[in-house]
Each structure stands twice: as C-alpha cells, then as structure tokens.
C-alpha cells in the first residue's frame, strides 16, 4: 500500500476539542451554552442513529442540545410551525432537520423556512447562493470537512485538478463551489457523465459522492491523486449486520493514489464536527460576539 491514510477521524476529534474550548470562552462571553435544535420526523433507523449522535457530541462540546421528535404521519404545517419557533427561540442557535422526511413533507419548504442565519446545515437556498457568490454564509458540513481535510494534507489546492463525481445539493454542487473557491480546476460527474473513469483519471483530487459501493477502480485513478470517499454504503458481509465500505474500492485504489480518506473513519466523522463549528458560529453571530475563525 503507498497511499497515505488521511485519518479524518483524529482530525475531527481535534476540531471538536477546538470547538468544545471556544465553547466556555463564549459561555463566560454571553452568559449562556450555544443551541442546537435537531428535528428528527419518523422512525427510519439509520436517521435514528444520526440524531443520538449530533445530540451526545453536541452536549460533550459543551452546547445545548434540544431533540424534538415527531411521529411519521407530522403534517407539513406541523413541522412549519416547529421551525418557525426554533427561528424566534433565541436559545437556538442552529437548526438542523433530518433528512429524509416522510413522503408528505416537501423537503425543500423545510428548508426554506429555516432562518439562513441559524442554517447550520447550509442547505438553505440563501446560503447555497452565497457560497456560489464567494460570500459568507454556512457551508454545508460534509463538503466543507471534505475540504479542510485536503488542505491539511495538500496545503495550497490552487491549481490542482479536481473531479467531484455526484451533483447532489448536499454534497456534490456544494463541493465543487468549495473547490472552485480553492482555485482548482473543478469538474463535475454525474450519472450521465460520459467516460467517467477516463474523466477521474486526469485528476489531482478526486471526490467520490455517489452512494455506490467500490465504484470507483485504481485505473481510474492517476498515481499519487487524492481521493476522497465521501460515500457510505452498507453492503453484505455474510453476518446478518453487514459492513460499511465507501464510493472506492479501498484496497486497490490505496496502492496508486497519494492519499485516501478510509471509510468509515475518514469524511464521516468531519461531518458532525463540522455541525459543531458552524454552530458555534452561528452563536457568536447571534450574540454579536467575534470569533476567530481561522483558531478553530
Ligand atoms: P445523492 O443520491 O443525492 O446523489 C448521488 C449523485 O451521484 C447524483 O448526483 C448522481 O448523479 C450521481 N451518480 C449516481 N450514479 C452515478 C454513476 N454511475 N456515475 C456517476 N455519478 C453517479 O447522494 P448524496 O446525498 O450526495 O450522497 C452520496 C453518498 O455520500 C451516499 O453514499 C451518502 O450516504 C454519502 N454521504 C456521506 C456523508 C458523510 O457524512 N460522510 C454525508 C452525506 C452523504
């Protein structure tokens, strides 16, 4: 194996040990814990899981963790009306509904009803436009970890070839603003995208944010290319459980690139940490208190 392993997992517990020691310098600040508000409509297992999750690191951060659970058959109203009074409750910082939402429910309201100022999932369509626009706003968590995570292995991306392959609003458009942002050469695969492992094979980077397992081959991938496996698949493993592989075929890809994320271990645990962050942000904004970004 040549690659290096990019260990998201230490990263991320070192961003959120940052996180949890900005936290009591904003609690002695404000008076008060920074709020997350964490909306989970339905039953599905997997979203279960996500929640408990988001809610234990939250309150090891340090922050106020509000969990409002909501049965299945919630009208789209109902949910509104929840929203709008996590916007007006001024312990809550960001908000966070999980997706997916019940069939009745029309995701994209949701969304657009969250305050884009306690957006910390940065799926609103305000915060969407701003980070098309190269303004401030919240990024959304899984891309932006991706990032950070390429920053610290490459440093400077300017220039670099990068191929995202997935065009979803969660991580695959926003992934490719954050890289054009970096100054790279930024392509974007979908699922009509012709010849994609002669498109992968030109990259520097390569982001794999589709949701297939073992994808993406070692003869897609140029010698030396980072790669980075934002997918997260179950598959088979003989023992009634399964296991968890990503968007790559590890093993293989391990021997020709620079460097890989493993999965799991690698891009997950950014996305919770990432949560973290942005709602320390947001707390600091809601406060009218400065943070330093660049020390966290
Ligand atoms: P999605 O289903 O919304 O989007 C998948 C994208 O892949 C689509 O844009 C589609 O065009 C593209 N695609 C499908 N088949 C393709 C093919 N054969 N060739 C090229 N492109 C193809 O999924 P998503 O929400 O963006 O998530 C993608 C993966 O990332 C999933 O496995 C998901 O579980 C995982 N994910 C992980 C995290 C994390 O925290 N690590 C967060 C979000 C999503």
Known sequence: MSA???????????????????????????????????????????????VRSKGRATEAAGMASFTHR??????????????????????VDG??????????IDENAVIATIDPNKDVDGFHPVNAGRLASGLDGFVPCTPLGCVMLLKDRLGDLSGKDAVVIGRSNIVGKPMAQLLLAESCT???????????????RRADIVVAAVGRPEMVKADWIKPGATVIDVGIN??????????????????????????????????????????????????H??????????AI
């Open 4 to 50: 290096a392993i990019i260990d998201g997992k230490g990263f991320a517990e070192t961003l959120r040990a940052r996180v949890a020691d900005k936290v009591q310098d904003f609690v002695a600040d404000a008076g008060r814990q920074p709020g997350l508000a964490v909306v989970l409509v339905g039953e599905d297992p997997a979203s279960g899981v996500y």
């Open 70 to 91: 909501l049965p299945a058959d919630t009208s789209q109203d109902i949910l509104l009306s929840l929203v709008r009074r996590l916007n007006a409750d001024p312990m």
């Open 95 to 104: 908000i966070l509904v999980q997706l997916p939402l019940p069939q009745q």
């Open 186 to 200: 930024v392509t974007i695969a979908h699922s009509r995208t012709r010849d994609l492992p002669a498109l992968v």
């Open 234 to 283: 179950r598959v088979d493993a003989g023992d009634g459980k399964g296991r968890l592989v990503g968007d790559v075929t590890f093993d293989e890809v391990a021997r020709v690139a620079g460097g890989i994320t493993p999965v799991p271990g690698g891009v997950g645990p950014m996305t919770i940490a990432v949560l973290l962050r942005n709602t320390l942000v947001a707390a």
């Open 285 to 294: 904004r809601n406060a009218g208190i400065p943070l330093d970004r660049d």
